[in-house]
T-cell receptor, first 118, second 113 residues
Framework: GAGVSQTPSNKVTEKGKYVELRCDPI?????LYWYRQSLGQGPEFLIY????????DSGLPNDRFFAVRPEGSVSTLKIQRTERGDSAVYLC????????????????FGPGTRLLVL | DAKTTQPPSMDCAEGRAANLPCNHS???????VYWYRQIHSQGPQYIIH???NNETNEMASLIITEDRKSSTLILPHATLRDTAVYYC??????????????FGRGTSLIVHP
């Protein structure tokens, strides 16, 4: 079946511009996650949705970052007034059930969007 | 919160078994251990998970010690396509209170001919 898809695959923008990154999760997956990955590092958690609501946005670095999932499926990560330090790969993942400390919910990742801020 | 420790890099000859260790000495009794891998320029890929029994699937085997403080991912016959960064993960609690998989820097496995 179809996996997690992300668009665009690459995005180049100028400092100060606004960007939107899209994630289409696996059909039926209720939980959706956004991560950011810098070169040589592991993915860093940004935000997690359960259904339409942001269940945990504690990883968002500042208020320039915002994400929505209005119908509980597709999600959009929005970055305002981009800075060069925002350059990274932005990964989206989904899981069938929400995360829990005792859970066994595997995450399925998309290929990522490579964002370059000039 | 449980943390994991992995060697930064390993190498393995093609066709041989690759054994990737992970320490998770602070793991809680009911927390699962997950393994993912990330091939260059791709998103992480789920491999396997376990609680306290050894697990095997079409990709790998997972051996968890009896005290659950460490585990080993085994790729029984490594191929060049297994060259990737391998992440051992135990969920950590975010400042927002959710149990979210927390990725460290993983082990960079290079399989050579």
């Amino acid at each position: 079946g179809a996996g997690v898809s992300q668009t665009p695959s690459n995005k180049v923008t100028e400092k100060g511009k606004y960007v939107e990154l899209r994630c289409d999760p696996i059909s039926g997956h209720t939980a959706l996650y956004w991560y950011r990955q810098s070169l040589g590092q592991g993915p860093e958690f940004l935000i997690y949705f359960q259904g339409t609501g942001a269940a945990d946005d504690s990883g968002l670095p500042n208020d320039r970052f915002f994400a929505v999932r209005p119908e509980g499926s597709v999600s959009t990560l929005k970055i305002q007034r981009t800075e060069r330090g925002d350059s990274a790969v932005y990964l989206c993942a989904s899981s069938l059930r929400p995360p829990s400390g005792r859970g066994k919910e595997a995450q399925y990742f998309g290929p990522g969007t490579r964002l370059l801020v000039l | 919160d449980a943390k994991t420790t992995q060697p930064p890099s390993m190498d393995c000859a093609e066709g041989r078994a690759a054994n990737l260790p992970c320490n998770h000495s602070t793991i809680s009794g009911n927390e699962y251990v997950y393994w993912y891998r990330q091939i260059h320029s791709q998103g992480p890929q789920y491999i396997i998970h376990g609680l306290k029994n050894n697990e095997t699937n079409e990709m790998a085997s997972l051996i968890i010690t009896e005290d659950r403080k460490s585990s080993t991912l085994i790729l029984p016959h490594a191929t060049l396509r297994d060259t990737a960064v391998y992440y051992c993960i135990v969920r950590a609690v975010t400042s927002g209170g959710s149990y979210i998989p927390t990725f460290g820097r993983g082990t960079s496995l290079i399989v050579h001919p």
